[in-house]
């Protein structure tokens, strides 16, 4: 017999998944212990649970993967090559109908790039105070992509408008967001996107006590600091409309202690997350005040799962004793914010729970 960590590790699937198979009635365990509700496979089990993790991987919808395993124990060829051919067909008509689509979506965003005139090209000049400066930096750097398919992503974006300077960064995954207080510019709206060995070097000169100063020419960058200077060009690429990606409001907040939030995610309970991904904390709001770790077997409703790694990252970003969880519905992003400080916050987007 092969526990399900074994049979996991060995079929490519996770444990979460195939405890979702399991309730499907898709790959039953050969035993359950009745005592502890471990589960066991037989040994040839793992051929299937091979099987259907190559079905998963395609694509195949979960009706017709119960018919190619049942088949396919019982040497069913022909139903199996129907099944594929048809699947095949289906995604082919659907890359086919994605191709038509993203063609007029390029159309579309070759008119808007040469109609719409770039938010990058007026001066700035502003004076910040430096520890504003490295807080909403401290804010938002653990939140900068490192893929190289999305450059767009692999800074952080200055958006300037009137007294006030936001930075922002974005993995897809999670999204910063924070405000500092400026002075000295009145004019329209202006971004940039910082790369982010620059953003390093600013974050360093901002450990000064004075007011630093932000100066953008079109492409160029610079950031003084008494006798010291950090400048470099702009990534030549357009950010996200992150204001429309903002929390809506209405999510059950939660008043958090976080050194032991944080020691409760390190110590508490996990969901085993897909072959290679993070592990998944899995929080709801108890009593509408507390928030607690769901452990196996929870079945509330409301209950939302995130990356427990980018949920400690987002903590310690967040630099406060305390700090506000806002859960909404399982689909919803986990908002994190200050008290006292409502334009700094980070969002986590959520992780479907298969079971």
């Known amino acids: 017999m092969r526990s399900i960590g074994e049979t996991a590790r060995d079929s490519g699937l996770g444990v979460s998944a195939l405890r979702f198979y399991d309730r499907a ?6 035993w359950v212990d009745p005592v502890s509700g471990y589960r066991w496979y037989e040994q040839g089990q793992l051929e299937e649970a091979r099987l259907l993790a190559r079905l998963r991987r395609g694509g195949m919808p979960l ?22 051919t048809a699947h095949l067909s289906r995604l082919e008509q659907g890359l086919s109908d994605a191709r038509i689509e993203f063609s007029a979506l390029r159309a579309l ?4 790039e040469n109609s719409v005139t770039s938010l990058r090209t007026a001066t700035v000049r502003l004076s910040i105070a430096a520890p504003a400066l490295a807080a909403a930096l401290d804010a938002v750097r653990f939140a900068v992509s490192t893929d190289p398919e999305l450059p767009m992503l692999g800074g ?10 936001h930075v922002v960064a974005t993995d897809r995954y999670r999204m910063a967001v924070a405000r500092a207080e400026a002075a000295g510019y009145d004019g329209s709206r202006v971004q940039v996107i910082v790369p982010t060995p620059l953003v390093d070097a600013m974050r360093a000169l901002s450990d000064s006590g004075g ?25 030549d690429h357009d950010f996200p409309d992150y204001r429309r990606l903002l929390p809506v409001a209405g999510g059950r907040r939660a008043l958090v202690e976080v050194a032991a939030f944080r020691a409760a995610l ?8 897909e072959a290679g991904a993070h592990d998944l904390s899995v ?59 409502e334009g700094t916050f980070s969002m986590l987007m959520p992780v479907r729970l298969e079971d």
Request: proline fraction near 5%; include cysteine; charge should be negative.
């Open 25 to 30: 009635g898709v790959l039953v365990p050969a």
């Open 283 to 341: 929080l709801r709001v108890q009593d509408g005040s507390t928030v607690i770790l769901c452990a196996d077997g929870d079945d509330d409703p409301d209950r939302v799962a995130v990356n427990r790694e980018f949920l400690l990252d987002a903590l310690a970003a967040g630099a406060g004793d305390r700090l506000l969880l806002e859960l909404g519905a399982p689909t919803v992003p986990v908002v994190i914010r200050r008290p006292d400080d």
């Open 156 to 165: 952080v974006l200055f958006d300037v408008e009137g007294e006030s300077l």
């Open 266 to 273: 390190e110590t508490g309970p996990v969901r085993a997350g």
């Open 63 to 84: 009706a017709d993967i119960r018919l190619v395993l049942a088949s396919w124990s019982g040497a069913d060829t022909d139903l199996i090559r129907k099944l594929l």
């Open 211 to 235: 007011p630093v100063r932000l100066s953008v020419d079109g492409d160029r960058v610079t950031l003084e600091a008494g006798d010291g200077q950090a400048a470099g060009q702009c990534l």
């Open 109 to 112: 965003l070759d008119h808007r």
